[in-house]
């Protein structure tokens, strides 16, 4: 188990590189069953979730599209609970089927918050891809179509997750430790 520092805290490993990618790859086949002749438009959700986004569309093997919305919540290693909307949706999403592209889903206030934005633009569906699930966080019911990982709340960054921006490069998934 590795161990690394960034910036006045340690790390240690919890999901390997190689774990996220046969997740990612099982999450893809299973969203290319599901919307197989619907061509999907992905919504990945900027920072975080740039990395699996990409990892994800290149498993992806029936025709979609993907863009980008940045959303603002986090504040060192806690959520500040409030989000903020920074950059905006700008396709056309009338009739389309929509899947939003989280890194991870803790409250699930940023989700509430992203369908009833999505909502309003009057989409055929709207389905929920996180690479990361705290279930036991959650304070609003969502339902989450794709999940790559369950896990416990702790604090993680790697593989696009930060802390105060650092760390999103980290190939494996390093949860903090406990002093």
């Not at 999907?40 to 975080?48: T, Y």
């Amino acid at each position: 188990m590795s161990v690394v520092k960034i910036q006045d805290k340690l790390f240690e490993t919890s999901i390997s590189e190689a774990e996220i990618k046969q997740r990612v790859k099982a999450v893809a086949e299973q969203i290319n069953r599901d919307m197989a002749g619907k061509n999907p438009l992905l919504l990945a959700v900027l920072n975080g979730a740039f990395i699996f986004a990409a990892d994800l569309m290149r498993e992806i093997t029936i025709p979609c599209e993907i863009s980008f919305v940045k959303l603002a919540s986090y504040q060192g290693v806690t959520s500040s609970g409030t989000v903020k909307e920074v950059i905006g949706i700008n396709e056309n999403l009338s009739g389309r089927t929509v899947i939003i592209v989280e890194d991870i889903v803790e409250s699930g206030l940023t989700m509430k918050r992203m369908i009833e934005s999505i909502g309003t633009r009057n989409p055929a569906s709207v389905h929920i891809c996180t690479l990361l699930l705290k279930p036991d966080r959650l304070k609003v019911p969502l339902t989450i179509d794709y999940v790559a990982f369950r896990i416990p709340n702790d604090f993680i960054l790697g593989y696009g997750l930060d802390y105060d921006q650092q760390g999103r490069q980290l190939k494996d998934i390093y949860t903090l430790k406990n002093d």
